[in-house]
Nanobody
Framework: QVQLVESGGGLVQVGGSLRVSCAAS????????MGWFRRAPGKEREFVAA????????YYADFVKGRFTISRDNAKNMVALQMNSLKPEATAVYYC??????????????????WGQGTQVTVSS
């Protein structure tokens, strides 16, 4: 049974930093591209970042603008998203997702096979 469990969400002030993590189990982690998505209140789920299973290349949404960093640790089956210089519009539920061995990294939710339950990030002004 595949499980993705996010942690590290919480309340942070504008301009602050937060690191969210995702622990994966029940899958061959090194063969999965890992992605982070978020859903803000009243909005659709949107792509934030992804890291390739094959090359560990990283991909970011334009709104990240160098403030976020995605990383993975295949030995620990974990992926993390370091978020700096947070803005109020970053308030959302952040989801971890896994995509099996696709050659092209997907930026759409439909391109991922498994999802975590999400972790709330709230940026207060």
């Amino acid at each position: 049974q595949v499980q993705l469990v996010e942690s590290g969400g919480g309340l942070v002030q504008v301009g602050g930093s937060l690191r969210v993590s995702c622990a994966a189990s029940g899958l061959l982690f090194s063969r999965y591209t890992m992605g982070w998505f978020r859903r803000a209140p009243g909005k659709e789920r949107e792509f934030v970042a992804a890291i390739s299973w094959r090359t560990s290349s990283t991909y970011y949404a334009d709104f990240v603008k160098g403030r976020f960093t995605i990383s993975r640790d295949n030995a620990k089956n974990m992926v993390a998203l370091q978020m700096n210089s947070l803005k109020p519009e970053a308030t959302a539920v952040y989801y971890c997702a896994a995509d099996y061995q696709r050659l092209v990294v997907s930026r759409t939710p439909g391109g991922y096979d498994y999802w975590g339950q999400g972790t709330q990030v709230t940026v207060s002004s």
